[in-house]
């Protein structure tokens, strides 16, 4: 017996010392699992694109080591709100997200690429602006398997957008859907999921999605729920509504049974400050009895999106386009002068993207002081600026309080995301002004709210970077640092991570990430991109083999 036990002593101690080579080591990096535990020193062995073995510092060997010295070292982060859906057609980098780190992009806030009919097609052609591509896919899971083999360097995912689907059978007409278009909605929805969707997300703001009321909403989500997706919505409303426009998705997920969570929470406009406790409170009221509802945020305290949204409802109904043949009649374009009402004082609406190459003069002004210069109301130079560039043009709103932005990064349930796309900062890219968070939101958690504020500490933000947005998601072997997971790895310095990106000047890299690994290939290397695209099409809970 004395034997036996000896025997098998042994046998664990040997079974649980690594002999073998593994393809790459991670050597001597301080490990932060993704959990939010403290972290640890240790090895890291990577065999193909899987984490095959950790262990303790300096203990692997490997056909090829990478000497960490030390450095934080952590799951890949998670994008929960990427609009990198085009910026990746154009350049499969990633460079502004994977420079910060970010392993994985998240798409489809509202509108999706798929699933597509030939008429969306044909104005998606259309509507092209600096970057062009062909449309050789046609559902959500054909783009996405798309961008895999064309090339790309972090991993895609989307879920499926209630407008698109609206887009698809109804158009963008302003009534409610007849059971007949529900149902082959439903069915749309259905497809997606099963070709790997992460589940249903609305954008409320927007048509033709703001169209859809909150019972067609239910029933598009119950669909998802069968598949064990989520439920994600840019909201009805941010500031004047926005404790009912919660309401709206709390009652959603409780109907539909679904997991939940609110793009960009945000209280928006300076009145509306005071109102984020009472939507923290709301959310939390909801958790505590069961609804899994969650939030992610970027790290500013300005949103960005088009300035048409100051328009009267009626003005932005069925889409851009006519939108912009409305405004054309002089009576519409003096009905929504008079009868705007702005969501955001004039003085903090910063002008970044335009459609026309003529009025990217105006790019870095804001909406004052081109009225000043054009000596008129603010109201009537906003609409002449939507119809001379005839698009909804791009700006920055400064409508949030850095107060409030601490107290969303410190709630134990909120991940993050850009809002934006991933830029590399030259060429087709830099014609235009952006938010610096494309450039920088991640980072921040590191340096800003982390190293210097102390807000959250490191091992927490890791975590609400990585493992809460992929248990969110029900991502399978990603998220931590786990024997066996997919090898999606950042390094980098905790001294050193900062954002560079600013509103004047945002297509600056972060700095301070020195190594990053994508299913096992190295995608940076001592702070460069290598120009390796071993991104993949990450499917959600629902997918089934096509």
């Known amino acids: 017996m004395k034997y036996l036990s000896l025997c098998c002593f042994l046998f664990l101690i040997f079974a649980c010392t690594p002999s073998q080579e593994y393809d790459l080591v991670l050597?001597?990096?301080?490990?932060?699992?993704?959990?939010?535990?403290?972290?640890?020193?240790?090895?890291?062995?990577?065999?193909?694109?899987?984490?095959?073995?950790?262990?303790?510092?300096?203990?692997?060997?490997?056909?090829?080591?990478?000497?960490?010295?030390?450095?934080?070292?952590?799951?890949?982060?998670?994008?929960?709100?990427?609009?990198?859906?085009?910026?990746?057609?154009?350049?499969?980098?990633?460079?502004?997200?994977?420079?910060?780190?970010?392993?994985?992009?998240?798409?489809?806030?509202?509108?999706?690429m798929g699933p597509l009919n030939e008429e969306m097609k044909e104005n998606m052609l259309k509507g092209q602006g600096d970057i062009t591509f062909d449309i050789p896919w046609t559902t959500l899971g054909e783009y996405l398997q798309h961008l895999e083999d064309k090339g790309v360097s972090t991993n895609v995912a989307s879920f499926v957008g209630n407008g698109t689907l609206r887009a698809?059978?109804?158009?963008?007409?302003?009534?409610?859907?007849?059971?007949?278009?529900?149902?082959?909605?439903?069915?749309?929805?259905?497809?997606?999921?099963?070709?790997?969707?992460?589940?249903?997300?609305?954008?409320?703001l927007y048509a033709p999605s703001m169209y859809a009321s909150t019972q067609e909403l239910v029933e598009l989500s119950k669909v998802a729920a069968t598949y064990d997706g989520l439920y994600i919505?840019?909201?009805?409303?941010?500031?004047?509504?926005?404790?009912?426009?919660?309401?709206?998705?709390?009652?959603?997920s409780k109907e539909a049974d679904i997991r939940s969570e609110v793009y960009h929470l945000k209280a928006s406009s300076k009145p509306n400050w005071d109102k984020l406790d009472r939507a923290?409170?709301?959310?939390?009221?909801?958790?505590?009895?069961?609804?899994?509802?969650?939030?992610?945020?970027?790290?500013?305290n300005a949103s960005s999106t088009g300035l048409h949204v100051q328009l009267p409802d009626w003005a932005r109904e069925e889409g851009i386009a006519a939108m912009l043949e409305r405004l054309a009649d002089p009576k519409n374009r003096e009905r929504a002068i008079a009868e705007m009402e702005f969501r955001n004082a004039p003085e903090t609406i910063l002008l970044v993207g335009f459609r026309s190459e003529e009025m990217r003069k105006y790019i870095g002004k804001y909406?004052?002081?081109?009225?000043?210069?054009?000596?008129?109301?603010?109201?009537?130079?906003?609409?002449?600026?939507?119809?001379?560039?005839?698009?909804?043009?791009?700006?920055?709103?400064?409508?949030?309080?850095?107060?409030?932005?601490?107290?969303?990064?410190?709630?134990?349930?909120?991940?993050?995301?850009?809002?934006?796309?991933?830029?590399?900062?030259?060429?087709?890219?830099?014609?235009?002004?952006?938010?610096?968070?494309?450039?920088?939101?991640?980072?921040?958690v590191l340096g800003k709210f982390a190293r210097d504020e102390g807000v959250?500490?490191?091992e927490e933000g890791i975590r609400k970077l990585t493992s809460l947005?992929?248990?969110?998601?029900?991502?399978?072997?990603?998220?931590?640092?786990?024997?066996?997971?997919?090898?999606?790895i950042v390094v980098f310095d905790p001294e050193k991570v900062t954002d560079k990106a600013t509103f004047t000047d945002p297509h600056q890299y972060a700095e301070g990430v020195v190594h990053v690994f994508v299913n096992g290939g190295q995608v940076i290397k001592d702070g460069e991109h290598t120009g390796a695209s071993p991104g993949r099409f990450v499917k959600g809970p629902g997918y089934i083999t096509q």
């Open 233 to 252: 919505s840019h909201i009805r409303n941010e500031g004047d509504q926005l404790l009912e426009s919660l309401d709206e998705l709390i009652q959603i």
């Open 280 to 300: 923290i409170a709301k959310i939390d009221s909801a958790r505590r009895v069961g609804l899994p509802i969650t939030a992610d945020i970027y790290t500013y």
């Open 456 to 458: 959250i500490s490191l």
């Open 27 to 112: 050597q001597n990096g301080l490990l932060y699992d993704g959990g939010g535990e403290a972290p640890y020193p240790g090895d890291i062995g990577i065999n193909a694109d899987t984490i095959a073995f950790i262990g303790e510092p300096n203990s692997l060997k490997g056909k090829e080591t990478i000497a960490l010295n030390g450095l934080a070292t952590s799951p890949g982060f998670i994008n929960m709100l990427s609009w990198a859906n085009v910026s990746l057609l154009e350049d499969g980098r990633s460079q502004s997200d994977i420079r910060q780190g970010v392993t994985l992009e998240i798409m489809g806030e509202g509108r999706s």
């Open 168 to 204: 698809h059978v109804i158009g963008f007409e302003n009534r409610p859907a007849t059971p007949g278009e529900l149902e082959e909605m439903k069915k749309l929805t259905k497809q997606a999921m099963e070709e790997g969707a992460m589940g249903i997300s609305s954008s409320l």
């Open 367 to 444: 909406l004052t002081e081109v009225a000043e210069e054009w000596e008129m109301d603010p109201a009537e130079a906003l609409v002449d600026l939507l119809i001379k560039d005839q698009s909804r043009v791009q700006v920055v709103y400064f409508s949030m309080s850095e107060e409030n932005i601490s107290k969303k990064v410190a709630l134990p349930w909120v991940s993050f995301c850009s809002d934006a796309g991933s830029y590399t900062n030259e060429g087709v890219f830099i014609k235009q002004s952006t938010h610096p968070r494309a450039y920088g939101s991640f980072i921040r």
């Open 469 to 488: 947005p992929a248990d969110n998601l029900k991502l399978q072997k990603r998220g931590r640092l786990g024997i066996g997971n997919y090898a999606d």
